[in-house]
């Protein structure tokens, strides 16, 4: 197995390191086709032309100075525009990352196909190997020496893990012309799935859910003996391959919406907004099925299964979200903080994000059904605070780049609102509870260690208390580790889920 281990590293490493080296590969040589195939919008094309006549033909060997100078003369061009106050042309939409990507040119980027299968087959086989010598080792409850690693303990291999991870949000989210190579190395797939180029959020796609599968796989060998585990693991696999990413690409193959049939609102936001309101209805029959499936899912489904199941059956079998965290977050689970004082924090800031997503969906419905009369341009301010705020940078930059920070379920504790509203209904109208059996407590901490919600399990177990909990999304990780069988995942009836005063001391007394 050590030998395995070994070409597993090595396999590995190399596919990384050809990876990011792909970034650096490319010239980038602006023409007029390229022009024209990045900026679709005729009269964008027109005033646009002239302005980077200079920099046409030219042949670049720098990405950094070729976006410069992009941005630059589109820039100058509307600062012009807005200095004659000749508003209606300024250019709002940015064609940087477009005329970029339609500008690479090169040996490996015009062999993108060659190098898609060579770099993506060393890291997923290499990653295999690493995964299959773990079969050797006891399922379930071995998680020896983990505060001895740097990587799952805030040392020095997982601050650099978070900061490669936060800037490759901000890159993402923010400046994508800056990652051209690696959204062309993948559009091979893209054009095979849905017939069009790939964009940033494709890369971004096929990049989560080869992680989902990869660690998924991990967390299957990991968990092996326990078919909880299992099944939940396979579930967030499929969902996230099937549902998130080749569904709605076979739809934009189709000439329909992109739609991810298991994003529900709150957590899918933009629902409600105007632009994917007229898309859906306009898109026919699967357009308005698409609308009313959302509507009920929220509505209907969501707090239905959640009373049945508790809020495991979105937040540990389905959501994405959740999906990663699960599987690529597992070796940070232990990093939750488990204290009062982030439990308080927790409520108040998820609970706060509900109500901002329900107020601006509420003003985002008012603005549609009057023509945007009656409160005018909030809705888009609202969804500009939003989409910036929670959409971006809380849900992506701090919610999975503080993964080895924080933990891997730091958005899901401090800023889902799917999460806080199936939550409410888990807490207070659910037949889902974690039920202990106190005597057979020996306090080893197992359980509380690896609650990736920052749960104290083991305060429960020691009293005897049944966990009812609304951030708990029921992985069972604390019924896999524990070496007793204290607790167990039950659904039963309402009545009686919350029991109190089960201590020792309070029998004794009596």
């Not at 900026?39 to 070729?66: C, M, V, W």
């Not at 305060?459 to 708990?472: E, L, P, W």
Request: contains cysteine; aromatic residues 16%.
């Amino acid at each position: 197995m050590k030998t395995v281990k070994n070409t597993g590293y090595i396999l590995f490493i190399a596919g990384l390191t050809l990876f990011f080296a792909y970034l650096t590969t490319g010239k980038y040589l602006l023409t007029d086709k390229a022009l024209k195939t990045a900026i679709s919008n005729p009269d964008d094309y027109a005033r646009i032309k002239p302005q980077l006549e200079n920099i046409t033909g030219k042949l670049y060997q720098s990405r950094f100075s070729f976006v410069n100078d992009v941005r630059s003369g589109i820039s100058a061009l509307n600062d012009s525009y807005k200095l004659k106050g000749e508003w209606d042309k300024v250019i709002w939409t940015d064609y940087t990352f477009a005329i970029t990507k339609d500008s690479a040119t090169g040996y490996f980027i015009k062999h993108n196909t060659a190098a898609f299968f060579v770099i993506f087959l060393l890291i997923v086989t290499g990653a295999f190997l690493l995964i299959i010598t773990g079969i050797r080792k006891s399922p379930s409850a071995i998680n020896n020496h983990i505060f001895r690693k740097g990587l799952m303990s805030r040392g020095l291999a997982g601050i650099i893990l978070a900061v490669v991870l936060i800037g490759f949000y901000i890159v993402l989210y923010w400046y994508p012309e800056y990652i051209v190579n690696w959204v062309i190395l993948v559009e091979p797939l893209s054009l095979a799935i849905s017939g069009h180029p790939a964009s940033q959020w494709f890369l971004y796609g096929f990049l989560y859910t080869i992680a989902v599968l990869v660690m998924g796989a991990r967390m299957m060998i990991k968990h092996r003996h326990n078919r909880y585990q299992l099944f939940r693991s396979f579930s967030v696999m499929f969902f996230q391959l099937a549902f998130a990413f080749l569904i709605p690409e076979i739809l934009v193959s189709l000439n329909k919406p992109w739609y991810d049939f298991k994003n529900v609102w709150p957590l899918d936001y933009d629902f409600f907004y105007s632009w994917n309101l007229d898309q859906l209805i306009n898109s026919g029959t699967l357009g308005l099925f698409m609308l009313v499936w959302g509507i009920i899912l929220f509505a209907v489904i969501a707090p239905l299964l959640t009373y049945f199941f508790g809020k495991r059956w979105y937040c540990s079998w389905v959501c994405g979200c959740g999906g990663l965290a699960e599987t690529a977050g597992d070796p940070f689970r232990q990093l939750s903080s488990k204290t009062l004082r982030s439990w308080k924090i927790e409520r108040r800031m998820i609970h706060s994000v509900l109500v901002f997503v329900v107020v601006m969906t509420t003003v985002t419905l008012i603005n549609y059904f009057s023509d945007f009369r009656l409160l005018g341009d909030a809705t888009n301010k609202l969804h500009r605070w939003y989409g910036f705020l929670i959409g971006s940078v809380f849900s992506g930059v701090v919610g999975t780049g503080f993964y080895p920070l924080l933990g891997n379920r730091t958005w899901c504790r401090l800023g889902c609102p799917m999460a806080a509203y199936i939550g409410i209904i888990q807490r207070f109208k659910s037949r889902f509870r974690i039920t202990t059996n106190g005597g057979q407590c020996i306090s080893c901490g197992n359980c509380s260690t690896y609650c990736e919600m920052g749960i104290d399990v083991r305060s429960y177990a020691q009293n005897g208390k049944n966990i009812v909990r609304a951030s708990c999304v029921g992985c069972g990780i604390c019924a896999a580790v524990c070496p007793r069988g204290v607790l167990k995942l039950e659904t039963l009836q309402v009545k009686g889920r919350i029991n109190e005063s089960a201590k020792l001391s309070d029998i004794v007394k009596k």
